[in-house]
């Protein structure tokens, strides 16, 4: 149904456009606050890339439906959590900037699954009015641990799934 692979440069005018229709369909949803000044940037993804970290999420045709950040490692801002705790502290995989074409369903959950198939302890973060992703993690068994902050200082609920 859907295949993960590594993103390449070649990706990015694929992946903008996915960006700028999540950033849409957030905002519509109730959540016009979470990636604002045209983030995740073309720079952020170049970056991404470089470092290894961004994958895509293709259909069965080849076309790309989905993007994320994923990266087994420690998570900077995620050595401070407020109002909970994690649920250990093991090592962990994190993501990132997940987002989907919406041009078909089930994409999220795919490539969050294929996250936890990586290394069975995942965590993630998501703004307070992200109640769709709120949604999508709680239906896949994600536990919300507690507030966590960017090194912008804007705040995000954290939640963690582990095997």
């Known amino acids: 149904m859907f295949t993960i692979r590594k993103t390449t440069e070649e990706d990015l005018p694929a992946i903008l456009v996915i960006y700028a229709y999540a950033r849409q369909f957030m905002a519509e949803t109730g959540n016009p606050n979470q990636w604002i000044n045209g983030y995740p940037t073309r720079e952020n993804i170049v970056s991404d ?12 045709e080849g076309e790309i439906v989905g993007t994320f950040y994923f990266k087994i490692g420690e998570e900077p801002t995620y050595a401070r959590i407020y109002e909970g705790e994690w649920l250990d502290h093991a090592p962990y995989g994190v993501v990132h900037r997940i987002a989907s074409s919406g041009k078909q ?16 302890n995942v965590r993630v973060d998501t703004h307070r009015e992200n109640r769709v992703m709120q949604s999508i993690l709680q239906k896949m068994g994600y536990a919300r641990c507690g507030i966590i902050y960017l090194q912008s200082g804007a705040e995000r609920i954290a939640f963690q799934k582990k095997g």
Do not use: H
Not at 105 to 120: M, N
């Open 49 to 60: 890339i470089e470092e290894g970290n961004s994958y895509v999420c293709l259909d069965g």
């Open 105 to 120: 369903k089930g994409i999220a959950v795919y490539c969050l699954d294929w996250c936890f198939r990586q290394c069975g």
